[in-house]
């Protein structure tokens, strides 16, 4: 998202904020969540953080680069107030995965942070930031002014911040059906800032696609870290009516992501819809065939392979191998017709030699994605990998992107020359 929009004209002195969002669409989406929550505050959102009483970074801990980014915005706001002594030090705040795996400890880095909170606890903003800003107003001797506020113990957040009605996105907007991830692939740090996987009510969600219907919005995507692990223990008998308005099949079994994208399909004044992330594992024929028969749904599939060497995928634990991602982008091709297939993958793995990425060349150029992000690999705090030797090179890692990275760009050149035609 960036920097973040103004929400509102309110004038009041000493409310405005503004947030500035790093990452991915689940961060962007807890970022409007937020803005929600205070513009019913009535604070002013404005795109000049340099200008604001408040500043929130919302934040991600997937590779290094992203928070070194962090730490620098930070460093920003350090010397504000000797640069312009009519405009003091703004109250800082971290928040996202970053404020969840570092918690307390970046007071230490970061001293001029005044309050730590992470992905679960957001519903708390609001109140935190008044509590500083009266904290303010006390003498500079109070041991409330002299504390720093972390909030990074929340387990399930409370479903009612998802309808705050804020949504940045004109005509589209993001729904999370799911939080969080199960999965612990060894060199991701999700788990450990997001915590284990939890699926929202499938009513929730139904909900919140109606309220965004009602404000104009008629596309939507569908959000989880993996998505397409999500089922509700919602029976159908306790949808009552609706189970067979929305189309759901199943009956004891709770509701299923595939049964989920059914029900979405049929709500009335959604013109299209998509999902992102799906996790190989989980991703199923049937799922395909879903894709192929929704008509409202985009025939768009984002499934991040990571690596085409077996032994690199164990040590990832992944939980799949070479030939079943393989024969799952075959059946994808055949089933959806014209379906977009886009991946992530990780170069440079502890213990990844030039065969393994070969492998990992070879899949890319035999399966022909339309797109695809490629990452370098860098060590996340409490991952199993960060245990791992880091025994690749910088400048091997930096030549593995460059040779797969320039393999892509041919790829998605000729696929786009072929459509063309």
């Not at 205070?38 to 992203?66: G, Y």
């Not at 000797?82 to 996202?96: D, R």
């Not at 991701?188 to 104009?216: F, S, T």
Request: glycine share 6%.
């Amino acid at each position: 998202m960036g920097r973040s929009r103004e929400l509102s004209s309110c004038d009041e002195k000493g409310r405005r904020i503004a947030i500035i969002t790093y990452g991915c669409q689940m961060n962007v989406r807890d970022s409007e969540v937020i803005c929600g929550l205070l513009k019913k505050d009535n604070w002013q959102l404005t795109t000049k953080p340099e200008e604001a009483d408040v500043v929130i970074l919302n934040t991600c801990s997937v590779r290094q680069h992203a928070e070194d980014k962090v730490w620098s915005e930070i460093g920003k706001f350090k010397t504000r107030k000797l640069a312009n002594s009519q405009t003091p030090k703004p109250i800082i705040g971290l928040v996202g995965c970053m404020a969840q795996n570092y918690r307390e400890d970046v007071f230490k880095r970061a001293p001029e942070v005044d309050f730590v909170v992470g992905p679960s606890d957001i519903a708390k903003i609001p109140k935190i930031i008044q509590r500083i800003m009266n904290s303010k107003l006390q003498t500079p001797n109070s041991k409330l002014f002299e504390s720093k506020i972390w909030e990074t113990d929340g387990g399930l957040r409370p479903d009612e911040i998802y309808h705050t009605g804020f949504y940045l996105g004109g005509k589209h907007a993001y729904v999370v059906i799911s939080e969080g991830c199960s999965n612990f692939c060894s060199y991701c740090v999700v788990p450990y800032v997001r915590g284990n996987l939890r699926n929202r009510d499938c009513r929730d969600i139904l909900r919140e696609i109606e309220e965004a219907i009602d404000k104009g919005i008629n596309e939507i995507t569908l959000l989880g870290q993996n998505v397409n692990e999500y089922e509700s223990g919602v029976r159908s008998r306790e949808l009552g009516v609706r189970s067979q308005e929305l189309g759901v099949r199943s009956s004891e079994f709770g509701v299923s992501f595939i049964d989920l994208l059914r029900m979405v399909n049929q709500i009335k004044g959604l013109k299209a819809f998509s999902f992102i992330t799906s996790h190989p594992k989980d991703t199923t024929l049937d799922l395909f065939k879903a894709m192929a028969d929704l008509e409202k749904l985009k025939k768009y599939l984002h499934l991040p392979v990571q690596s085409g060497s077996d032994r690199i995928l164990k040590l990832m634990n992944r939980g799949y191998t070479k030939e079943f991602y393989l024969d799952l982008a075959k059946n994808y091709r055949k089933i959806v017709r014209d379906g977009v297939l886009t991946t992530d993958i990780i170069v440079g793995f502890p213990g990844e030699t030039e065969k393994d990425f070969q492998e990992t060349y070879d899949l890319v150029k035999d399966i022909k994605f339309d797109a695809g992000y490629f990452f370098k690999y860098s060590p996340r705090p409490h991952t199993l990998a960060a245990q791992f030797r880091d025994d690749v090179p910088r400048e091997e890692k930096e030549r593995r992107h460059s040779l797969i990275l320039k393999l892509q760009k041919e790829i998605s050149s000729r696929s786009k020359g072929k459509s063309k035609k």
